[in-house]
């Protein structure tokens, strides 16, 4: 990869970019707050930020899928050190390969890439990790049996699955992509599926999930393809879910992958720059999306190095990710953003750790062997200190007001009277909860 070809539209428009990613990071993403002390005693405050509202996520695709202990262990510690968020993967082939029998609890036999989702659940209740569903309808992953049936029994049986999904899930799992590829895949689905699956499946996710947030996920196609050329509205996302929501469905969040699937020797093309890497079409599309009025998430990343193509790729790889992290965490109305696979060798389409199938783009933030690559590192230091919030001050008396980011803090408050910690979750709409009982009272200012 060329450096100055691939991030020449970030460098050319560097001044104008910054510039709104700062001020929207500053708008979006932090708040200004107080703790009010009653009692007129002198005290010092300390506040250090240990968690994000925002979501940072990844894939948990490879979770128990590992022989070695060694590099299991090694990969969870290194997934939950830089993620909030885990996506469980639901693929209807894997979860139930034969009719009736489905994958769900531990002891369900292996199979690569897709753990049963009680093994994904039980590492996020270790690492305090949220899950995500991943996927409930997909034109693809269906399985082999389910063609045998006609339109009428596929409906009852996508129907059972979202029954027996939510009976067992609902309320485990905070949110599902509901329908996933439905504008790009549409022809497929209909094919494989039955005609406006993509409505069933939301009328069914309202059904059967009312209280979780149900997502619709979409890929590069019907998003980043016509940001720079055509703009606004046309965005074919943008257009599928304003025709949904009109018609009364209900759609709580939008997924938009990013995924730069090019050969090596494309990815410095100008039309692939215009609609993927310059910044100002990012925020073009975004603020169009934006515009529906519901969250959302950057929902599958990701940014190649190209398999075993060198330390240069790396060091690429790493800018990339900084860029476009920093410009997708400055935007409204964004909540989260997630990587897609963790490591090297381990993608679909190919055997591990060769270079075949999707593993040809090298799109891990860690290597085959599970080392931390460059992009990794630079993920680190934007989430885990850049935009994490530490601060304090002695002799408070009356009030103790501070900015930072949205999160989940531990407080340290000492007087003459003693030491008094407790816990805070602060948000946009300045909520809070304390695991102990504090000596003040926090607002918004």
């Given amino acids: 990869m060329e450096r100055n070809a691939l991030l020449k539209y970030f460098d050319e428009n560097a001044a104008e970019t910054e510039k709104k990613i700062e001020e929207g990071i500053e708008k979006n993403r932090k708040g200004d707050f107080e703790l009010v002390f009653g009692d007129g005693e002198e005290r010092s405050v300390a506040l250090r930020q240990v968690g994000h509202a925002f979501k940072f ?22 997934f939950a050190a830089l993620f909030n968020l885990a996506v469980v993967p639901l693929y209807w082939d894997a979860l139930e390969p034969e009719e009736g029998r489905l994958r769900f609890g531990k002891d369900s036999e292996y199979i690569y890439r897709r753990p049963a989702p009680d093994v994904v659940l039980e590492f996020c209740r270790q690492y305090g990790i949220e899950p995500k569903g991943h996927c409930l309808l997909w034109a ?27 009976a067992r899930y609902a309320e485990k799992i905070p949110s599902f992509d509901v329908v996933n590829e439905s504008a790009s895949t549409y022809a497929v689905g209909r094919k494989a599926l039955f005609d406006d699956y993509e409505e069933f499946a939301l009328d069914l996710g309202a059904k059967y999930f009312p209280r979780s947030r149900k997502f619709l996920n979409e890929t590069n196609d019907s998003v980043w393809n016509y940001s720079w050329a055509r703009g606004g509205k046309y965005v074919p996302f943008y257009m599928q879910a304003k025709k949904l929501l009109d018609s009364g469905k209900k759609i709580d969040a939008l997924g938009i992958q990013y995924h730069l699937f090019f050969r090596e020797e494309r990815i410095c093309d100008d039309e692939i720059l215009k609609s993927y890497l310059h910044p100002l079409a990012h925020y073009d599309v975004l603020e169009t999306l934006a515009g529906l009025g519901l969250p959302m998430q950057i929902s599958e990343i990701t940014l190649p190095s190209y398999f075993g193509r060198g330390e240069e790729n790396e060091r690429i790889q790493a800018e990339l990710a900084d860029r476009l992290y920093r410009l997708w965490f400055s935007v409204g109305g964004m909540e989260g953003i997630d990587y897609w696979n963790l490591a090297d060798g381990y993608a679909t389409g190919a055997e591990q750790g060769t270079g075949e199938g999707e593993n040809y783009y090298g799109g891990g933030l860690l290597s ?74 926090l607002l918004r200012r």
């Fill in 368 to 441: 085959y062997d599970l080392q931390e690559k460059p992009a990794y590192k630079a993920l680190d230091r934007l989430i885990n200190h850049t935009w994490k919030t530490c601060v304090s001050e002695k002799g408070v008396r009356a009030r103790f007001s501070f900015r930072g980011f949205y999160g989940q803090y531990e407080a340290e408050v000492r007087s003459a009277k003693g030491t008094d910690t407790f816990t805070l979750a602060l948000d946009e709409d300045g909520a809070y909860a304390a695991d102990g009982e504090s000596r003040g009272a």
């Fill in 140 to 166: 693809f992953c269906n399985p082999q049996w389910l063609q045998k049936y006609g339109e009428k029994d596929k409906k009852r049986l996508v129907e059972k699955r979202f029954e027996e999904i939510a």
């Fill in 57 to 78: 996520g990844c894939n948990a695709f490879m979770i128990g899928g590992f022989r070695d202990e060694k590099k299991e262990k090694a990969y969870l510690e290194k």
